[in-house]
C-alpha cells in the first residue's frame, strides 16, 4: 500500500510545470485531500482540448465553471454553451456558506467572492448578442455536410453557390437559398444549363426539401445579417482578464442539426480566420461545449468527419475545445481520442451496461497504484473528480482524485433584470443587435419575374391591339379559331408558371416569424 509520502511525491512531480498554470484543486488519498498536494492545471496545453464527464448532478457545471475563472484570470477568453440555464451567474460574484467554506478550508484556498466580465450571446431572440451567419459564408462543401447531401447533390449545390457569385445574387439567408433553387429549377434552368450544365430535378428537389427540413429546426433565426465576427470572443477586458462569452442556448435543446451547425460554423470560421500559432504559453481562447451530445447527435459521417478535422487541426491555431457531457462514451472515439485533458466525476452504476461503460471509462485513463480507478468512478462526491492533464512535453500526468475549488462567481442564474443591465451596456450588443434588410438573391429573383411577366403582359396588349387595327383591311392568320385557342392554351401555362414562382398561385406560402 502506497505511503501518503510517496503519494505527496508522485502528485508534486507530475502537478509541477514550468510555465504558467492555475490552480484547480487538492489532491485527495483514500477520501480526504492531503496538505501539499495542489493540483495545478497548465495553461500552455489547453489548446489540446479536454474531457469533463459525470452523472446529472456531480459537479460538472460547477467545475467548467472554475476552469472558465482561472482562465478569465490569466487573460484568456472563454466561450460557453450555456444549455441548461445555469451559467450566467459567473458575471456576478458569489456568496460564503457553510459548504464553500468547508471546501475552501479542503482544498487550501482563500474564499474572495469575483465576478467576472462577461458578454451575453444568443442565437435566438431573447436578452443577448445576437449571432448569425449568411449562407454564404458557411459556403457549398460545409452546407451539404450539414444537410447530409451525396456528391451528386453536393455538386449542384457548387453549381447553384457558383451562379449566384456570378450572377451577383447575395445568399444571406434561407429564403435566399430556397428561392434560389426554385428559380434554377424551374424558370432559370435553361440559363443555367447554359452556362454551368444540365442539372436534375431529382436533386434539386432533395436540396430542396433538406434546407427546409434545416428551417423547420430553427434555423431561420440564425442565418442572416449582420454576420458576428468571431475576433469578438477574443476581447479581454480593462482589468486584463479575458472576457467570458456565455451563449445561452437554453431553446435550442430540441434542435439539434441548428446547435451542429452552428458548432460547426463556428469552429471552421475560427480555424479560418486563425493564424498559425505553434507553441503559445498560453491559448488564444478556450470553448466549453456543455451537453456535448447534441453535436453528435443526429450527425451525419460526413459531418462527423469535418469536425474531427477542425478538431485536430485547430490546436495549432491556439484554440483549445473542451467537451462537457454525461457519459464519455456520447464522444466519439475519433474525436475522445485528441482530448488532452480530462476530468472525470462520478458515474453510476444501475444496470449491466452502466457497469461495462464504467470499466471501459477506467481503462481510458493512466494506470495507477493509489486508486482502484473503477470502483472510486462510482464513489465520487459532488465536486470531486479523476484528473489528468498533458504536460508542457505532451505526456498525461499521473490519475489523481481531486477535491476542485469552489467557484468564486454566483452559482445560479442570473436575473431578467442583471441579463437587461448587461445587454444594456454590452458594446457588442450595440454592434450586432441591429436589425439590417439588405437586398438578396430573394427580392433580385422576384424583381426579375416581376419584369419578364410585365413584358409579357406588354407584349399581349400590343399584339391584341395590331390585329383589331388590321381586321377592318383583311383576315390574318391569328383569325384562325383553332391558332387562337393555341395561343390561349400556351398564355395560361406562362401565367401559371410566372405566379408560381412569385409565390402567387397555387398553394399559399405561409411566413414564419421567429
Known amino acids: 500500500m502506497a505511503t501518503?509520502?510517496?503519494?505527496?511525491?508522485?502528485?508534486?512531480?507530475?502537478?509541477?510545470?514550468?510555465g504558467e498554470y492555475a490552480k484547480i484543486g487538492r489532491a485527495a488519498l483514500n477520501g480526504k485531500t492531503v496538505e501539499g498536494a495542489d493540483v495545478f492545471l497548465p495553461l500552455k496545453t489547453m489548446n489540446r482540448h479536454g474531457l469533463i464527464a459525470g452523472a446529472t448532478g456531480t459537479g460538472k457545471t460547477k467545475t467548467l465553471q472554475v476552469l472558465s475563472e482561472s482562465l478569465s484570470d490569466a487573460s484568456i477568453p472563454v466561450l460557453l454553451m450555456d444549455i441548461k440555464g445555469d451559467l450566467s451567474g459567473i458575471a456576478m460574484p458569489g456568496a460564503l456558506n457553510d459548504k464553500i467554506k468547508e471546501r475552501s478550508e479542503a482544498t487550501g484556498v482563500d474564499y474572495k467572492p469575483s465576478g467576472y466580465p462577461v458578454e451575453l450571446l444568443t442565437l435566438s431572440k431573447q436578452d443577448g448578442v445576437r449571432l448569425r451567419a449568411t449562407v454564404s459564408e458557411f459556403g457549398p462543401i460545409l452546407l451539404s455536410?450539414?444537410?447530409?447531401?451525396?456528391?451528386?447533390?453536393?455538386?449542384?449545390?457548387?453549381?447553384?453557390?457558383?451562379?449566384?457569385?456570378?450572377?451577383?445574387?447575395?445568399?444571406?439567408?434561407?429564403?435566399?437559398?430556397?428561392?434560389?433553387?426554385q428559380y434554377v429549377s424551374e424558370e432559370g434552368k435553361e440559363e443555367l444549363e447554359k452556362t454551368y450544365g444540365r442539372i436534375s430535378s431529382t436533386s434539386t428537389g432533395t436540396i430542396l426539401r433538406k434546407v427546409i427540413e434545416l428551417q423547420q429546426q430553427g434555423a431561420d433565426i440564425f442565418f442572416g445579417e449582420k454576420s458576428?465576427?468571431?475576433?469578438?470572443?477574443?476581447?479581454?477586458?480593462?482589468?486584463?482578464?479575458?472576457?467570458?462569452?456565455?451563449?445561452?442556448?437554453?431553446?435550442?435543446?430540441?434542435?439539434?442539426?441548428?446547435?451542429?451547425?452552428?458548432?460547426?460554423?463556428?469552429?471552421?470560421?475560427?480555424?479560418?480566420?486563425?493564424?498559425?500559432?505553434?507553441?503559445?504559453?498560453?491559448?488564444?481562447?478556450?470553448?466549453?461545449?456543455?451537453?456535448?451530445?447534441?453535436?453528435f447527435q443526429e450527425a451525419s459521417e460526413a459531418l462527423l468527419e469535418q469536425i474531427e478535422t477542425v478538431i485536430k487541426l485547430i490546436r495549432s491555431k491556439g484554440i483549445g475545445v473542451f467537451f462537457v457531457t454525461q457519459n464519455p462514451m456520447d464522444v466519439p472515439q475519433s474525436i475522445l481520442g485528441q482530448l488532452g485533458m480530462k476530468v472525470q466525476h462520478a458515474l453510476r452504476a444501475f444496470t449491466?451496461?452502466?457497469?461495462?461503460?464504467?470499466?471501459?471509462?477506467?481503462?481510458?485513463?493512466?494506470?495507477?497504484?493509489?486508486?482502484?480507478t473503477d470502483q472510486l468512478i462510482t464513489e465520487l462526491g459532488i465536486g470531486e473528480a479523476l484528473?489528468?492533464?498533458?504536460?508542457?512535453?505532451?505526456?498525461?500526468?499521473?490519475l489523481v482524485h481531486v477535491f476542485i475549488n469552489a467557484p468564486r462567481s454566483r452559482m445560479d442564474v442570473l436575473t431578467d433584470g442583471e441579463i437587461s443591465e448587461i445587454v444594456s451596456k454590452s458594446k457588442l450588443a450595440a454592434k450586432y443587435n441591429q436589425v439590417l434588410n439588405s437586398d438578396s438573391a430573394y427580392e433580385i429573383l422576384n424583381a426579375k419575374l416581376e419584369e419578364a411577366a410585365a413584358k409579357s403582359e406588354g407584349a399581349g396588349k400590343q399584339s391584341t391591339s395590331g390585329e383589331v387595327g388590321r381586321a377592318e383591311k383583311e383576315e390574318s392568320f391569328f383569325d384562325n379559331p383553332i391558332v387562337r385557342s393555341a395561343g390561349r392554351t400556351a398564355a395560361n401555362i406562362i401565367t401559371r408558371s410566372l405566379l408560381g414562382a412569385l409565390g402567387l398561385g397555387g398553394r399559399s406560402r405561409k411566413k414564419s416569424f421567429w
Do not use: W
Open 387 to 398: 484528473v489528468t492533464v498533458l504536460n508542457e512535453k505532451g505526456i498525461p500526468s499521473p
Open 4 to 18: 501518503e509520502g510517496e503519494f505527496i511525491k508522485a502528485i508534486k512531480e507530475g502537478y509541477t510545470f514550468k
Open 228 to 295: 458576428f465576427e468571431v475576433e469578438d470572443l477574443m476581447r479581454i477586458s480593462n482589468d486584463g482578464r479575458g472576457f467570458i462569452n456565455v451563449l445561452r442556448v437554453t431553446d435550442i435543446q430540441d434542435k439539434p442539426k441548428l446547435f451542429s451547425t452552428f458548432m460547426l460554423q463556428l469552429l471552421a470560421e475560427l480555424y479560418a480566420i486563425s493564424p498559425e500559432e505553434g507553441d503559445m504559453d498560453k491559448p488564444k481562447l478556450v470553448l466549453f461545449i456543455d451537453e456535448a451530445h447534441l453535436v
Open 145 to 181: 455536410k450539414i444537410l447530409g447531401l451525396n456528391d451528386t447533390q453536393g455538386g449542384v449545390l457548387a453549381m447553384v453557390f457558383k451562379y449566384c457569385d456570378d450572377s451577383k445574387l447575395p445568399l444571406l439567408d434561407l429564403k435566399d437559398l430556397i428561392k434560389v433553387i
Open 352 to 372: 449491466a451496461i452502466d457497469r461495462r461503460v464504467i470499466k471501459q471509462t477506467a481503462e481510458n485513463y493512466p494506470e495507477t497504484k493509489f486508486y482502484q
